[in-house]
């Protein structure tokens, strides 16, 4: 899958010391810089394509774990649902209210900072400081580019902490640009990405439910283009 640079702090998982505060610094230092070229100026399409067939009431709870300063939590909300994200740097949640001339509320909360404009909340700080009495109760997970955007040695870490924050009621929307494999036929890139398989099968039911296979440049060749899945999965918990 395609990354961006990661959001997160030091972790033993296995023996094995991960140390991403590096990472940690240079996701704010990119925010500071506003080197985002990642962050998209439009709602997502499949977001709005697809995000009904999870058959969610209105007033439904959605949690958005690395949220940055996406307008899809304003969609989000415009359709009626209550919106908690989670976000590390503070130039990220500052913008995003700003830019979409929301006046918000702070306040301390454990240790996150919560912003807060009428249906939507965001807890400025660390996603693996979080505990479920940050969160409160949520209905669902909407993750698009969060998995994507941290290193992948990082990866599994971010699922199993979003596996002790997800109640097993509550089902993921998760999006991913994923990079078709030297040599792997249409056929079989269409299929649920072996990175995904790995990642949540022990403890998710994984469905595919949407896949767009486009040719794009190569960055590394001026004459090949490479072929990417843009993935709609839905997950639930076993």
């Known amino acids: 899958m395609q990354t961006i640079p990661a959001k997160s702090k030091f972790f033993i998982n296995n023996g094995n010391r991960f140390s991403i505060s590096t990472d940690n610094q240079l996701w704010l230092q990119l925010w500071r810089d506003q080197r985002i070229d990642?962050?998209?100026f439009?709602?997502?399409?499949?977001l709005e394509k697809f995000w009904s067939k999870l058959d969610l009431v209105h007033n439904s709870r959605v949690f958005v774990p690395?949220?940055?300063?996406?307008l899809d939590m304003i969609w989000l909300?415009?359709?009626g649902h209550e919106v908690i994200g989670v976000e590390l740097s503070q130039v990220a949640v500052q913008d995003?209210?700003?830019e979409n001339g929301l006046e918000p509320i702070k306040q301390k909360q454990g240790e996150f900072m919560l912003w807060k404009s009428g249906r939507?909340?965001?807890?400025c700080g660390d996603y693996f400081a979080l505990h479920k009495t940050d969160l409160g109760v949520f209905d669902s997970v909407y993750d698009r580019a969060a998995l994507t955007a941290l290193p992948?040695?990082?990866r599994r870490i971010y699922v199993a902490q979003l596996r002790l924050l997800v109640p097993k009621t509550v089902n993921i929307f998760l999006l991913t640009i994923e990079d078709a494999e030297e040599n792997e036929t249409l056929a079989e890139s269409m299929g649920i990405g072996e990175e995904?398989?790995?990642?949540y099968e022990k403890f998710f039911e994984i469905y595919l439910t949407y896949v767009d296979s486009m040719f794009e440049p190569d960055c590394e060749s001026l004459h090949f283009s490479k072929r990417t899945e843009y993935k709609v999965y839905r997950l639930s918990r076993k």
């Open 38 to 40: 990642f962050h998209q």
């Open 42 to 46: 439009h709602v997502n399409p499949l």
């Open 66 to 70: 690395l949220c940055g300063k996406s």
């Open 77 to 79: 909300a415009e359709q």
């Open 96 to 98: 995003f209210f700003r």
């Open 120 to 123: 939507i909340s965001i807890l």
């Open 152 to 154: 992948e040695k990082i």
């Open 196 to 199: 995904i398989r790995t990642l």
